[in-house]
């Protein structure tokens, strides 16, 4: 087996803010309201001209700036997306263009919702250790907005867009990669899901709307109770304890869902990373944006132990116990 490290980071938000006061003038609804129940104050929201590719695009151009590192000898392009530019051709496909990436490397999106980005660093880091690949550019990003329902208030506050990237590269001496954990509940697929071809789960006739759908209640319920359990199964497998754990950075899906699932596990909320404040819901993006604030803020530091746990949409979860090896920064971050 090879070893496997995060060796670089970025991360890209669109320019246009939409805060708690905007939305004020759309659904009925205001400021109070939304951060009591979601600790949400703004998000960011693409342009209609600019979809999932551009924001990927912009987060690894950061990467590269800060980082000096090429993407010239990437062997495999990983997008973790539920809102690509089209059903086809791939996000991944649309970067490796845009970015010359060698015409040799592979690019393959996955679509597994808020939970998409630790599948993706999942499957990276296979590749990796398998020596199949040796540069792998892992992207979670997404345009939730362009699929957000702006007259239900219940969904309308949580979303936003945004895109991180990392770095997953070989070397032969250690890893950064300590245990991870995955699970799926089908079952629950009804309450959090937008239409395609089908309209119809199981003998379940959808709302076919071509938006997102969600039943915050269940979805609520199921990963108050469903994380925490992933935790400590991925904990046991890795022989690690949670208070060997530096940094928790759950999916940014809502405050009152991160602050019962850090209570259950007995884990201190202030050594919980979330990028939802300043950009709600971001989707596959979350993880890798909160990764990234820290890491800006000087909070996240090589060496120290960060479980990432991504759930969502499927019934969907996955979780990565990691530890970076980020290259030495050249340039200073864009601020986001």
């Known amino acids: 087996m090879t070893g496997a490290k995060i060796t670089a980071i970025g991360s890209y938000v669109p320019l246009q803010k939409m805060t708690n006061a905007d939305l ?6 205001n400021d109070e309201w939304i951060v009591q129940r979601t600790g949400i ?19 690894v151009q950061d990467l590269m700036k800060r980082y000096d590192k090429s993407v010239q000898d990437v062997d495999m392009v990983l997008v973790a997306t539920s809102t690509p530019d089209f059903t086809f051709p791939s996000v991944a496909s649309l970067i490796q263009h845009r970015l010359g990436i060698p015409l040799t490397a592979g690019a393959m999106d996955l679509n597994a919702a808020c939970a998409g980005f630790v599948y993706a660093l999942h499957t990276a880091h296979s ?3 398998s020596g199949l690949h040796r540069k792998v550019l892992v992207l979670g990003a997404d345009t939730i907005s362009k699929i957000t329902d702006y007259t239900d208030r219940s969904t309308c506050i949580l979303f936003g867009d945004g895109a991180g990237a990392v770095l ?8 950064g990669f300590f245990g991870y954990h995955l699970g799926s509940d089908g079952g629950g697929g009804h309450h959090v899901y937008r239409t395609a071809l089908s309209s119809r789960i199981d ?3 959808l709302l076919d709307t071509k938006l997102l759908v969600q039943n915050g209640r269940e979805v609520f319920r199921w990963a108050v109770r469903t994380v925490p359990q992933g935790v400590q199964r991925l904990l046991d497998q890795a022989g690690v304890s949670l208070a060997q754990v530096d940094w928790f950075i759950p999916h ?6 991160i602050e019962p699932i850090c209570e259950r596990l007995n884990y201190p909320i202030e050594q919980a990373l979330y990028s939802l404040v300043n950009f709600g819901n971001t989707s596959a993006a979350t993880i890798p944006l909160a990764l990234d604030l820290g890491v800006r803020e000087g909070k ?5 132990r960060i479980l ?6 499927g019934l969907t979860h996955a979780g990565q116990l990691v530890q970076l090896d980020l290259a030495p920064q050249v340039a200073e971050s864009t601020p986001l």
């Open 300 to 304: 996240v530091q090589n060496g120290q």
């Open 308 to 313: 990432m746990y991504g759930f969502g949409a």
């Open 41 to 59: 104050k703004e998000r960011r929201i693409s342009r209609p001209n600019e979809f999932t590719s551009d924001l990927c695009v912009s987060a």
């Open 252 to 257: 940014s899906a809502n405050l009152r869902i």
């Open 203 to 205: 003998e379940l006739e």
């Open 168 to 175: 997953v590269e070989s070397d032969e001496l250690s890893t």
């Open 127 to 129: 590749y990796v250790a």
């Open 24 to 29: 004020e003038q759309m659904v009925e609804t």
